[in-house]
T-cell receptor, first 114, second 109 residues
Framework: DAGITQSPRHKVTETGTPVTLRCHQT?????MYWYRQDPGHGLRLIHY???????DKGEVSDGYSVSRSKTEDFLLTLESATSSQTSVYFC?????????????FGPGTRLTVL | QKEVEQNSGPLSVPEGAIASLNCTYS??????FFWYRQYSGKSPELIMS????GDKEDGRFTAQLNKASQYVSLLIRDSQPSDSATYLC?????????FGQGTELSVKP
């Protein structure tokens, strides 16, 4: 998985609790991304980062926040989890942005919100 | 939001045949396109990228891009049962990848 780890790999939580997912890379790539994947919706971008402390919103950012204090770590936080946030979350990294935006994905985190 | 569209399938081909996967996109500004393979329960794996009109070959895989008609295709020659997976097409829109919903491919022995 191109030197990308995600933690935890599985998590079950209750509605209203905060949840933080971590993505860690050892490739020293500048760009990092968080996606969610749901049946019928495919992969959708939540937030992305183009450098330390530089982040921006994606297509489905409501209810999520991110932080990147180091090149290697990109955190995704659900401030108050809802059942609609039950999904598989993937982190991806890219050495360059557009146009040669080859992204490599981590193993994913399966999140269930009860 | 500009779109990337794929037939969801499933597409079933016999072992040894050519599998043809297609994708259309709406954003004429997209310059780069990517094909990912995703096995059930696993993460997407990049298998091809293509940036210019024409064909790009890598082993059994050939990606084709036609910017005038706004379509991208992936051909898999000599299909193997191990090629059975979901194939995702993605286009770059200003640094963000927009993914199609994927086409499920089943290769029958």
């Amino acid at each position: 998985d191109a030197g990308i780890t995600q933690s935890p790999r599985h998590k079950v939580t209750e509605t209203g609790t905060p949840v933080t997912l971590r993505c860690h890379q050892t490739e020293n790539h500048r760009y990092m991304y968080w996606y969610r994947q749901d049946p019928g919706h495919g992969l959708r971008l939540i937030h992305y980062s183009y450098g330390v402390k530089d982040t921006d919103k994606g297509e489905v950012s409501d209810g999520y926040s991110v932080s990147r204090s180091k090149t290697e770590d990109f955190l995704l936080t659900l401030e108050s989890a809802t059942s609609s946030q039950t999904s598989v979350y993937f982190c991806a990294i890219s050495e360059s942005g557009s146009p040669g935006n080859e992204q490599f994905f981590g193993p994913g985190t399966r999140l269930t919100v009860l | 939001q500009k779109e990337v569209e794929q037939n969801s399938g499933p597409l079933s081909v016999p072992e040894g045949a050519i599998a043809s996967l297609n994708c259309t996109y709406s954003d004429r500004g997209s310059q780069s396109f990517f094909w990912y393979r995703q096995y059930s329960g696993k993460s997407p794996e990049l298998i091809m990228s293509i940036y210019s009109n024409g064909d790009k070959e890598d082993g059994r895989f050939t990606a084709q891009l036609n910017k005038a008609s706004q379509y991208v295709s992936l051909l898999i020659r000599d299909s193997q049962p191990s090629d059975s997976a979901t194939y995702l097409c993605a286009g770059d829109q200003g640094g963000k990848l927009i993914f199609g919903q994927g086409t499920e491919l089943s290769v029958k022995p």
